[in-house]
T-cell receptor, first 111, second 113 residues
Framework: GEDVEQSLFLSVREGDSSVINCTYT??????LYWYKQEPGAGLQLLTYIFSNMDMKQDQRLTVLLNKKDKHLSLRIADTQTGDSAIYFC???????????FGAGTRLFVKA | DSGVTQTPKHLITATGQRVTLRCSPRSGDLSVYWYQQSLDQGLQFLIH???????AKGNILERFSAQQFPDLHSELNLSSLELGDSALYFC????????????FGSGTRLTVV
């Protein structure tokens, strides 16, 4: 199908690690993205990974890509209350100009 | 401030009406994208313009249209509005539109009553 799939909710305790998972659809997708949306705001690009990479680390964020399973994950280390937001996974379809977003995972961080 | 400016921030209108949402891309960006975010549909890609030309269409209704002007700002026109059109409409821009980083505006919240 056309959908990028994510679980809708995730709840973690402050200081724990959060792992948000995503399954995308197009094996020829060139770029895979993670965006963060805070209440009342637009989407902010957190990080992205090229399809020829397996992993990308950026401070507290680690992105893992499993191309065989078309699975993408975002790990947030030492999760803080300020990380509470909706996290969107997105893929840019190969050969096209469309970026397809998942429905978003709402992360709740409990103090 | 992301550099992508959307106006108005909030809009309330009645069913059957027509509205125009406006977007100014980040300085230097040639591509403009429109997205609709609603509770039941999530974030849906509507349309992409590059340097004034339509490049890709997503789930955009026939009642909706868009254009990008020579100064690169874009407008999304929504007509014959229905209650289900109530949503957040985001504009985003990027330099080229070929896999480069996309920057989002803060959105226009449309409420149809």
């Amino acid at each position: 199908g056309e959908d990028v799939e994510q679980s809708l909710f995730l709840s973690v305790r402050e200081g724990d690690s959060s792992v948000i998972n995503c399954t995308y659809t197009d094996s020829s997708s060139t770029y895979l993205y993670w965006y963060k949306q805070e209440p009342g705001a637009g989407l902010q690009l957190l990080t992205y990974i090229f399809s020829n990479m397996d992993m990308k680390q950026d401070q507290r964020l680690t992105v893992l890509l499993n191309k065989k399973d078309k699975h993408l994950s975002l790990r947030i280390a030492d999760t803080q209350t300020g990380d509470s937001a909706i996290y969107f996974c997105a893929e840019r379809r190969g050969g096209g100009f469309k970026t397809i977003f998942g429905a978003g995972t709402r992360l709740f961080v409990k103090a | 401030d992301s550099g992508v400016t959307q106006t108005p921030k909030h809009l309330i209108t009645a069913t059957g009406q027509r509205v125009t949402l406006r977007c100014s891309p980040r300085s230097g960006d040639l591509s403009v994208y429109w997205y609709q975010q609603s509770l039941d549909q999530g974030l849906q890609f509507l349309i992409h313009y590059y340097n004034g030309e339509e490049r890709a269409k997503g789930n955009i209704l026939e009642r909706f249209s868009a254009q990008q002007f020579p100064d690169l700002h874009s407008e999304l026109n929504l007509s014959s509005l229905e209650l289900g059109d109530s949503a957040l409409y985001f504009c985003a821009s990027s330099v080229l539109g070929q896999g480069d980083e996309v920057t989002f505006g803060s959105g226009t919240r449309l409420t149809v009553v």
